[in-house]
């Protein structure tokens, strides 16, 4: 069965850190692109950040940019997402997904894990 799983979430206060990790069971993450999205209560699941297969590429939103680094180690077959200074405004559920490139459409989902910033 082919699947991802995150983990790495959980309940921290404004200012603080979490890292997020997107693992692969069934299937090697070596030759795709990894995105890692969030969806808040009440609004569209956004993309926040894409890492190249290779790892040569990266991007970011700009409501994160400068506080999230992507990152992968192949031999894990694990991307990570790790997140500083956080806000309130990123509580969300935060997904990964697996494509061929990072502008392309996502194959695999996976099941998502709750980040909730709150004093």
């Known amino acids: 069965q082919l699947q991802l799983v995150e983990s790495g979430g959980g309940l921290t206060q404004p200012g603080g850190s979490l890292r997020l990790s997107c693992s692969a069971s069934g299937f090697t993450l070596d030759y795709y692109g990894i995105g890692w999205f969030r969806q808040a209560p009440g609004k569209e699941r956004e993309e926040i950040s894409c890492?190249?297969?290779?790892?040569?590429?990266?991007n970011y939103a700009d409501s994160v940019k400068g506080r999230f680094t992507i990152s992968r180690d192949n031999a894990k077959n694990t991307v990570y997402l790790q997140m500083n200074s956080l806000k309130p405004e990123d509580t969300a559920v935060y997904y990964c997904?697996?494509?061929?490139?990072?502008?392309?459409?996502?194959?695999?989902w996976g099941q998502g894990t709750q980040v909730t910033v709150s004093s």
């Open positions: 890492i190249s297969s290779s790892g040569d590429t990266t």
């Open positions: 997904g697996a494509r061929y490139y990072c502008s392309g459409p996502v194959g695999y």
